[in-house]
């Protein structure tokens, strides 16, 4: 395990996981609720200046309203691959919360940026706030993880 700090002290993300987060867009996020464990699977954006997730996603469906009683989710960003010695990915624990009003427009720009063609819909933005950052990197070595929490 490596952890690496930024000038204050604190816990930074190593630039490695950074990296395969923006060579990605679609992650699986799990929520929680009295039904059991759900997945679903969301485009996101990268918000490197907040070490932010945004996604987008509407508050009726399972994982939306599951995600306002709970905002405790976990999920995964996967390169899908046969060559073991390629294998990469990471999981996450974190934080979904909607973002309205002045925050949204951080992430609508994020969002947009990555997926120009959303802008003719009707947005409903959301962030991912993680706590927990474990990569897999097997072109490091086999098995080798990189891990990041607050």
Not at 21 to 36: K, L, N
Not at 82 to 97: C, I, P, S
Not at 127 to 146: M, Q, R, S, V
Request: charged share 25%.
């Amino acid at each position: 395990m490596e952890t690496l700090y930024n000038n204050k002290g604190e816990a930074a993300v190593d630039p490695r996981i950074v990296a395969f987060i923006r060579r990605h867009h679609v992650m699986t996020v799990a929520t929680v609720s009295d039904e059991g464990p759900y997945c679903a699977n969301l485009f996101y954006a990268w918000m490197a200046g907040e070490g932010r997730f945004v996604v987008t996603s509407d508050a009726a469906t399972r994982h939306g309203a599951e995600a306002l009683a709970d905002g405790r989710v976990a999920g995964s960003v996967v390169l899908e691959t046969r060559v073991v010695g390629r294998v990469q990915g990471l999981q996450f624990r974190g934080r979904m919360e909607r973002v309205e009003g002045e925050p949204a427009r951080a992430a609508r720009n994020a969002y947009l940026k990555r997926f120009p063609y959303a802008a003719v819909a009707d947005l409903q933005l959301w962030t991912i706030e993680p706590t927990l950052l474990k990569y897999t990197d097997n072109t490091l070595g086999f098995g080798k993880k990189l891990i990041w929490q607050l």
